[in-house]
């Protein structure tokens, strides 16, 4: 597992752990405990940069190609910390997330 990644994941499990003893609510990595998240869809990043590389290996210039900003989000909910945290999430939120954590 990469370094950075694993701070991260370090990171995201101290935020969960605080997060359940203090009774607040934390966008955080859902998957580790968090509450819920929000964020930019890393498979579409993946997919953007491997097109970045294809054209760079077909001779386009690094320099020539121009920055992109993520156009596809996700929302994740976990409903597991939500209640355990005594929270209530409208079933109309629940729909509009990609993915809901029970």
Do not use: W
């Not at 370094?3 to 859902?30: G, K, N, P």
């Not at 997919?47 to 993520?70: C, F, H, W």
Request: net charge neutral.
């Amino acid at each position: 597992m990469p370094r950075a990644y694993r701070s991260r994941s370090l990171l995201a499990s101290t935020i969960c752990r605080f997060t359940q003893c203090h009774e607040t609510m934390d966008v955080s990595e859902s998957a580790a405990g968090g509450f819920m998240s929000y964020g930019a869809d890393h498979d579409d990043l993946t997919r953007r940069a491997a097109l970045y590389i294809v054209k760079i290996l077909n001779g386009t210039k690094p320099a020539d190609l121009s920055v992109e900003q993520p156009t596809k989000f996700e929302l994740v909910v976990n409903l597991k910390t939500a209640n355990a945290l005594g929270l209530k999430i409208s079933q109309s939120f629940l729909q509009r997330a990609d993915e809901v954590i029970e």
